[in-house]
Structures are given as structure tokens and as C-alpha cells.
């Protein structure tokens, strides 16, 4: 089955410290992937995908399809980009999400 | 935001009951999901529809139906509800899959007692 995976289910660090949120994935062929967030009581909305390679809000994320990685990164976090954070695949009609990772920015 | 709505957004029934959630979207979207959301589970996909009365099972669909009749209405009933189903649940539309956004709807929140 293809699969995103998730391996910290919580992230904490200090504002200002790099951040790094893990998402790996296990598909055979080119795979299509996408990070969405949850700010607290917003509706989840689309952060990034990979195809479009861009930088929204500071937040990078590089596919490695050697590692099967799609790791999302902010070298500075902010207090605002606490969120609840899903990796997202495409897997024909479907999107498959991973478990999330909820990011903790303490001041 | 996106034209979706869910309706209601939260809703308390009891177990053995049947529950039928409403998405209705005004974008004319061809694909439209369900999905729970769980703690440590995140978000996951139980049915989909990819046209007007076309639909498909996703990971968790057991005790889940679905139904599309038009293009605007994809409703999610619960046969007969479980505590198990105690969860926010989430619609998503997009007009394509390929590498196109999904746009969700403010979740609904089901309790069953």
C-alpha cells in the first residue's frame, strides 16, 4: 500500500530555531506530495507541493526520492507557524495524509 | 474561502442510529472526499467520489456509505453508529488530482454516546 509517514507526532522548539518536520513516503513511481496545515480552529489549507518547488512563508520542502523524503524546513520558526502539520500524497483519484506533526513555537 | 460547507458542524447521537453528514461545495469540483480525523492518526480518507454518482472506497470505509447524486452534494451515512466513530470529520473538493490544491471544509463534529 502506499504509505506517508509521519515519525514525530510533536515538534517543539524555540522561536527562532530551525525547523524540520519529517514526512517519508513509500511509492513506486513519481510521486506527487504536498504539505497542508491546521492553524488552530482554521480550516486545513494547502501549505506547498512539491512540483512547485516555491518557498510559501519561510517553509521549504525538497523531494528525495533516494531517501523517499519530502521533509518540510524553516531555518527560523515564528510563534504563528505553530500548527498542526500533514504530508500529503497523491495516489491516483486518492490524497492520503499521513499521521501529522504538531508544531510547538515556544517564545 | 473555498465554496464548501458541512453541515452540521457538530452533532451528538447515539450508538445504533443512523447519521448522514451533508458537504456541499458551489466550486462545481469533480472529486470530493470524506475523511475522519483522530488523534495520532491524522487525517484519513474514507470514501471519495470522482463524478456524479461515482464513488470509490478509501482506507477506513468500514460502516461508512456514500452518496452523490449531483454535482454539488456528497453525503457520508453512518449505517448504524459506534462509538469508534466519534471523530471530526472532514470534506475535501478538487477539480483534478494531478498536483492540484484540495480545499476543505470547516470539519463537523460527531459524538456518539
Known amino acids: 500500500a502506499q504509505r506517508v509517514t509521519q515519525p514525530e507526532k510533536l515538534l517543539s522548539v524555540f522561536k527562532g530555531a530551525p525547523v524540520e518536520l519529517k514526512c517519508n513516503y513509500s511509492?513506486?513511481?513519481?510521486?506527487?506530495l504536498f504539505w497542508y496545515v491546521q492553524y488552530s480552529r482554521q480550516r486545513l489549507q494547502l501549505l506547498l507541493r512539491h512540483i512547485s518547488r516555491e518557498s510559501i512563508k519561510g517553509f521549504t520542502a525538497d523531494l528525495n526520492k533516494g531517501e523517499t523524503s519530502f521533509h518540510l524546513k524553516k531555518p527560523f520558526a515564528q510563534e504563528e507557524d505553530s500548527a498542526m502539520y500533514y504530508c500529503a500524497h497523491n495516489a491516483g483519484n486518492m490524497l492520503t495524509f499521513g499521521g501529522g506533526t504538531r508544531l510547538m513555537v515556544k517564545p | 474561502d473555498a465554496g464548501i460547507t458541512q453541515s452540521p458542524r457538530h452533532k451528538v447521537t447515539e450508538t445504533g442510529t443512523p447519521v448522514t453528514l451533508r458537504c456541499h461545495q458551489t466550486?462545481?469540483?469533480?472529486?470530493m472526499y470524506w475523511y475522519r480525523q483522530d488523534p495520532g492518526h491524522g487525517l484519513r480518507l474514507i470514501h471519495y467520489s470522482y463524478g456524479v454518482k461515482d464513488t470509490d472506497k478509501g482506507e477506513v470505509s468500514d460502516g461508512y456509505s456514500v452518496s452523490r447524486s449531483k454535482t454539488e452534494d456528497f453525503l457520508l451515512t453512518l449505517e448504524s453508529a459506534t462509538s469508534s466513530q466519534t471523530s471530526v470529520y472532514f470534506c475535501?473538493?478538487?477539480?483534478?488530482?494531478?498536483?492540484?490544491?484540495?480545499?476543505f471544509g470547516q470539519g463537523t463534529r460527531l459524538t456518539v454516546v
Open positions: 466550486e462545481n469540483h469533480r472529486y
Open positions: 511509492y513506486s513511481g513519481s510521486p506527487e
Open positions: 475535501a473538493i478538487r477539480p483534478t488530482v494531478r498536483n492540484t490544491e484540495a480545499f
